[in-house]
């Protein structure tokens, strides 16, 4: 890389610029490429927050899983033929989801590294039969219409930069009748009268989207509105901050051992910038700004 593009992007760091589509869909993979292995190391193959129920837990892989359990049961999903998971990180929800209803998933993400290490561990696991994993973009996704009866993006619609899109891609993809689980960080609902966010609002985020090759956040409003716009039924959100926040304490403590600093700095500048900004996510959440918003809807039949 040359001088001049290496001090354009540290000038765009300093200033958070907002970073263009194309430069954030390179981002995302070398991101999720670079990070991913120490995550795994560290915290194993769930990339998400954890259920934090009683509080106090300190069990945090098991309260990953039963993330995925409770969000399955709040949104009263108890079967499912064929799943997909719309980026997917390396694998864990397909290959959880796959067990728990002996159904097919299909898994997609931006990163190559991702996408082998899923099917890697499909094989480990015994589950290369029914889970599968590969790159692609959930804006423009490799599947027919009406596929699946349980369409589930767990903690990747903040990476979408056109969030229309994202949930029109959600539905065409749903058989009609099937169920849709988007869970997803989200800015606050505006007030009535408000029409943005306060710039010390937009200033926050901003950092944290250049660290997690963010584009512009929405509200978990937005989302219901976008779903209505098509006609889902059955719509269903709610807010579970309060939930996962014992979460983000957890995983600042974790990156703090030897080996975890370690492979900190081994991963590269935008990993440690990512722990970095785990401070900023936490101050989101503490300000209710950031919000842990859940939305489900059923696609129609007619
Ligand atoms: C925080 S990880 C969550 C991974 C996984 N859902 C989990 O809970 O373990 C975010 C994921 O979203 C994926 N992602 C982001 N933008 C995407 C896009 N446009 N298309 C497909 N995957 C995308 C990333 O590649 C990454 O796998």
């Known amino acids: ?60 892989i098991q309260a990953q899983i039963d993330l995925i359990d409770e969000v399955l049961k709040w949104a009263n999903v108890t079967e499912a033929t064929s799943v997909v998971d719309v980026g997917c990180g390396i694998g864990g929800s397909s290959r959880h989801i796959a067990r728990k209803f002996g159904c097919q998933a299909r898994g997609i993400t931006l990163s190559p590294y991702q996408a082998n ?117 059955d719509i269903k959100r709610e807010d579970w901050s309060y939930i996962i926040a014992p979460f983000w304490k957890a995983v600042i403590k974790s990156s703090l051992n030897l080996r975890s600093v370690w492979g900190l700095m081994r991963s590269g500048f935008s990993t440690v910038r990512g722990a970095y900004a785990m401070l900023l996510m936490l101050r989101g959440f503490k300000v209710g700004l950031i919000k842990f918003g859940l939305i489900t809807c059923t696609k129609p039949t007619s």
Request: proline letters at 3%; charged letters at 35%; hydrophobic letters at 35%.
């Open 1 to 60: 890389m040359g001088i001049t593009s290496t001090m354009k992007r540290v000038r765009d760091s300093v200033l958070s610029k907002e970073r263009s589509r194309e430069d954030l869909k390179i981002g995302i993979a070398g991101f999720y490429d670079r990070s991913s292995k120490l995550w795994e190391d560290v915290w194993g193959e769930h990339m998400h927050h954890g259920y934090y129920v009683p509080e106090d837990r300190t069990d945090h």
């Open 117 to 233: 290490r899923g099917n890697e561990l499909a094989k480990e696991q015994g589950l290369s039969d029914s889970t599968s994993f590969q790159v692609a973009d959930a804006l423009d996704q490799p599947f027919g219409d009406n596929s699946f009866d349980l369409v589930w993006s767990l903690e990747s619609g903040e990476h979408m930069p056109d969030k229309k899109k994202f949930v029109d891609e959600l539905f065409r993809v749903a058989m009609p009748g099937g169920r849709i689980i988007i869970v997803t960080w989200c800015h606050r609902d505006l007030e009535e009268g408000e029409t943005g966010l306060s710039k010390k609002e937009e200033k926050l985020l901003a950092k944290i989207n250049r660290a997690y090759y963010l584009p512009r956040w929405c509200s978990v409003q937005d989302y219901v509105d976008l779903l209505e716009a098509k006609g889902a039924k």
